[in-house]
């Protein structure tokens, strides 16, 4: 037990990361499942950050009444911007969520007397526990396992495929695109208000363009076929640091290359749960199977 | 059941529709018929929303489609097919046609997240009734197979299932044929047939003018935007204006490309 204690002082913080880069990883995963490249993530995380730390900083409020605000409040702010900003597709919905995740950085940066500009916000008071983390991941990905098997997944997923397919089905493509926003955004904004109860001081500067990148290439690295996708995703990107530290000047380049590569050679991520059915079946029958990959 | 009175539609200078006027009766197999780029797809895109008319009004049972969104009017009831197959390609085929379901399984989100009885009954009846209208056009034995798996026929085949499994009052089918042999020709006419007999009006655009004749019990002609002719299929047959416009030359000629 006693190197158990040990092995959590030492790292408890980074396993906690681990499963707040999970839950920002399935954030992502909404809007991507519903085929669009929302880039916003990161800004959401910041809004529920800030205003979950300012609920217990500033008014006092309890840690379940700062986590609701960290969910609500960038949830509440993507519905307003998805409006407009998701009619848009593909690269173009990725430059308009860039721009609002800019923003809101300013925003942050210049409010000063609420936020501490770029000084950010010092004190938090440290109040997440390691079962929140936990709960809320458990939490997450037992909705998301239950939305997949909905007419909701389904609708997300005939959306990624054809929208214009999906519409003359029935499927309001609109609000569905809109629904899988809003619930990204609350994620991320849960995940926000997690890490910055956890981490003692947060600033405008880990929210900007950087976080929003790890966010996607946890989400493209792992694979959005499967729930699994988004965790193994968080755990390689948040474990890669700490083997490379010799290399940490270039982590965003190798995060870069990583990404790159997997898109190359692994365009599903590393859980792809159709790929890994493939495997089983092909060892059961014990034979090479040249139609691999090919269906 | 499907009136258009006087559309027309135009794309800047060009007018692709001019004052096409129709109307579909309930329970009728009705055919548009016309050379390549005659305006049929076109027809098609006004009645399920995807484009706005120009000016002129559609009717589905005496009320106007006009601004209603394409999700709505699928929910009224009009299912279309497409032209260039847009079936869910990385979805099984029982998935695909259970996608088609989506209006009609109403359960909260409660249901959903909890997985409660109501949730749990309407996703059976979802997958048993799914599995009826695959064998309706005889691809039950394949339900868990990926749709980019199966063969072109097949794949029109299961859009026919997906359109029906929406329910509708009016089936809307572009070139249903399109690019297939004599045998799947066959064979499909048989599914369509079969759906006619069970109530369904069916609205066809097609080039193949045998299936047309076999199928419709009333056909529209449309040449460069226009109707020129309308009637039963030995009307249409005689008409003179049809054979110059269309059936004197090349009715057998390649029919892959767009409308």
Redesign the interface.
Known sequence: MEGFDNFWAVYSNLVLSIGINALLAISIWFTLSCGLLAMANAAFMGIGAYTAALLTMKAGASFTVALLGGIGAPLAVALIIGMPTLRLSGVYLAMATLGFGEVVRILILNAERWTGGALGLNGIPQLTQWWHVLASLVAVL??LW??R????G??F??IK??D??????????MSHKLLAFALGAGIAGLAGALNAHLTFFIGPAEYGFERGIDILTMAVLGGTGGLAGPVVGALVITLLPEFLRSFRNYRLMINGVILVLIVLFLPKGIWDPSRVRQWLKRSRRGMPDNTAGV? | MLELTQVSKHFGGVEVLQNVSFTVQAGQVFGLIGPNGAGKTTVFNLITGLIAPSSGTISFNGQPLTGVAPHQITRRGIARTFQNIRVFKEMSLLDNVIVGMHAHLDYSAAGLLLSLPGFRQQERQARVRAHELLSMVGLDKNAYDLADAMSYGDQRKLELARALATEPKLLLLDEPVAGMNTGEKSELMRVIVRIAERGYTIFVIEHDMRFVMGLCQRIAVLNFGRIIAEGKPEEIKRNPDVIEAYLGRDDESETVSAA
Do not use: Y
């Open positions: 037992l909705v239950r939305l098997r909905s007419r909701v389904r609708a997923e005939a495929e054809d214009v397919a999906a519409a003359l089905m029935g499927i309001g493509v269906r």
